[in-house]
């Protein structure tokens, strides 16, 4: 699977949009840009995912670049319960069964 | 449509004893997964069923047993517990149909063995 790097950790207002990246250069044809987050002490959440098309659900938008090596996780209004660590991982669309492999992801604190 | 729920959401154990933790999803998915976190660390695949009737070990599964009791419902049962299996453990069901593989994660369980 390719690897994804995101930073550490950010800050945003609280009623800003949250703008997280994340750098997947080495993303295959086949591979899809996932999104979950886990707020402290609770499980993992899922948020969105991509292939190549932008996509908006109800929680946020997700912005793949062109060449699909870079995508930015938007959450229009942040709020104080969007403070989590948000995750960036890429899946290839197949049917075994998939463990799911987070990495550090970044750390946002939605300030009041 | 509660989603993925578990049972209990705290446990304290003694040393050697055993227990069971449960989980069960509505929303129709085949396949189930159990997983535990430790403090600052990432998760850590136990077991997982990709179907009912059939069960997997993952990445960590000695010391757990699960049952795949049916569609719904999948549980993991700690024999012998022991400190090393103090942990948080999530499961989750899986969603991968059309161009969709997500997984649903319940609000874990809490176990501490003394």
């Known amino acids: 699977d390719a690897k994804t790097t995101q930073p550490t950790s950010m800050d945003c207002a609280e009623g800003r949009a949250a703008n997280l990246p994340c750098n997947h250069s080495t993303i295959s044809g086949n591979e899809y840009v996932y999104w979950y987050r886990q707020i402290h002490s609770q499980g993992p959440q899922y948020i969105i995912h991509?292939?190549?098309n932008n996509e908006t659900n109800e929680m946020a938008s997700l912005i793949i670049t062109e060449d699909r090596k870079s995508s930015t996780l938007i959450l229009p209004h942040a709020t104080l319960r969007d403070t989590a660590v948000y995750y960036c991982?890429?899946?290839?669309?197949?049917?075994?069964?998939?463990?799911?492999?987070f990495g550090s992801g970044t750390q946002l604190t939605v300030l009041p | 449509n509660a989603g993925v729920t578990q049972t209990p959401k705290f446990q304290v154990l003694k040393t050697g004893q055993s227990m069971t933790l449960q989980c069960a999803q509505d929303m129709n998915h085949n396949s189930m997964y159990w997983y535990r976190q430790d403090p600052g660390m990432g998760l850590r695949l136990i077991y997982y069923s990709a179907s009912e009737g059939t069960t997997d070990k993952g990445e960590v599964p000695n010391g757990y047993n699960v049952s795949r009791l049916n569609k719904r419902e999948f549980s993991l049962r700690l024999e012998s517990a022991a400190p090393s299996q103090t942990s948080v453990y999530f499961c989750?069901?899986?969603?991968?149909?059309?161009?969709?593989?997500?997984?649903?994660f319940g609000p874990g369980t809490r176990l501490t063995v003394l």
């Open positions: 991982i890429v899946i290839p669309f197949s049917g075994s069964a998939r463990q799911l492999t």
């Open positions: 989750a069901s899986r969603d991968w149909t059309g161009s969709t593989d997500t997984q649903y």
């Open positions: 991509g292939l190549k």
